[in-house]
């Protein structure tokens, strides 16, 4: 399986075990961010959370740092 298969894996069964199986992965102008939970978009309260967050430049890079350090949304806040 390729590397960014893996990570996906890891990352899927980080969430299953700590979030309800909830992760993001989003992409900006700035880089990628992954981290547990759903951001409550609509309303915008988590918006600056998101801000807040490392980006990388590339979804393989997000996802090994997130693999390594696993990030929630409601912890940002």
């Given at each position: ?5 893996q990570?996906?894996?890891e ?5 299953k ?13 700035t880089?990628?961010k ?8 609509d ?18 890079q997000?996802?090994n740092?997130f693999?390594?350090n ?5 912890s940002?806040?």
């Amino acid at each position: 399986m390729e590397l960014l298969g893996q990570l996906i894996n890891e990352a899927e069964k980080l969430a299953k075990k700590t979030s309800d199986g909830h992760i993001s992965m989003l992409k900006f102008t700035t880089g990628w961010k992954v981290f547990l939970g759903t951001p409550n978009l609509d309303t915008g309260e988590e918006r600056e959370s998101i801000n807040e967050m490392k980006s990388f430049s590339t979804l393989e890079q997000a996802l090994n740092d997130f693999v390594k350090n696993p990030t929630s949304i409601w912890s940002q806040q």
